[in-house]
């Protein structure tokens, strides 16, 4: 594991005259298991990452793109959730409650338990359509 330097001064500004801080760099799989558990948990403990209380509409806002999972009489059977995507790409599976993430060839899978209550609302958002 490769590790790098970087410069700090007592004020936690970048100069000159600063001292050599050893900082251990994170792999792309270590960065999207932690960033899939972060969602993992959003979701199951109906938080955000400051500790504030989240509906599933606020989390929502968060979502790129819906893939609906249907039966063949197009009634709604579940859902997966695109929230990241571009670098990792992130999905909240909503059919096998896991978080899926993927970058490069490093997949990862967190579980979560749907507190939000997303299928819910999307099994009702998916009857207006």
Known sequence: MQEYYYTKNKDDFMGSENRKVK????????Q???????????I???????GKNI?????????????????????????RLL???GGPNIWVN???MNVEGYWASDRVIEPFIDNLGLDEYLEELHACK
């Not at 999207?32 to 959003?42: G, H, T, V």
């Open 23 to 30: 900082k251990k760099s994170e792999t792309c799989e270590e």
């Open 32 to 42: 999207l298991r932690r960033m899939c558990k972060n969602i993992a948990e959003e």
């Open 44 to 50: 199951t403990e109906g938080k955000t990452r400051e």
């Open 55 to 79: 509906y599933m509409q606020d989390f929502m806002e968060g979502v790129y793109d819906i893939e609906w999972i249907t039966f063949n009489d197009h009634s709604y059977k579940s859902a």
């Open 83 to 85: 929230v990241a995507g």
């Open 94 to 96: 909503l059919q096998d």
